[in-house]
């Protein structure tokens, strides 16, 4: 199994940058394919984007497309979030999970969770 353990969150303006970080321990981080999910207060929760487990094919929201990138490096046991030209509507509790399956379903299944960390954008 792997715990992902997110970092990287804050207050940003409007029009700003972050790059959110997962490091997920375990030794078969490889064999786990990753997603970034946001919850907003009063929302359901969303994947904003996932990754196969090479790296080699990506998801994203339409919400967030052409804004945020994600990306990992598996021999650092980690996946990243860049998030560009941030919008006030961004603003929620991004989590880290982990999906082990041998087919890729971006937006559901997974099996792995961390216990979040809070995206704030200021107008």
């Known amino acids: 199994q792997v715990l992902p353990v997110e970092s990287g969150g804050g207050l940003v303006q409007a029009g700003g940058s972050l790059r959110l970080s997962c490091a997920a321990s375990?030794?078969?981080?490889?064999?786990?394919?990753m997603g970034w999910f946001r919850q907003a207060q009063g929302k359901e929760r969303e994947c904003v984007a996932a990754?196969?487990?090479?790296?080699?094919?990506?998801y994203y929201a339409d919400s967030v497309k052409g804004r945020f990138t994600i990306s990992r490096d598996n021999a650092k046991n980690a996946v990243y979030l860049q998030m560009n030209s941030l919008k006030p509507e961004d603003t929620a509790v991004y989590y880290c999970?982990?999906?082990?399956?041998?087919?890729?379903?971006?937006?559901?299944?997974?099996?792995?969770w961390g216990q979040g960390t809070q995206v704030t954008v200021s107008s």
């Open positions: 375990g030794r078969t981080f490889s064999s786990y394919a």
């Open positions: 999970a982990a999906q082990y399956s041998s087919t890729w379903y971006p937006t559901s299944g997974y099996d792995y």
């Open positions: 990754i196969t487990r090479s790296g080699g094919s990506t």
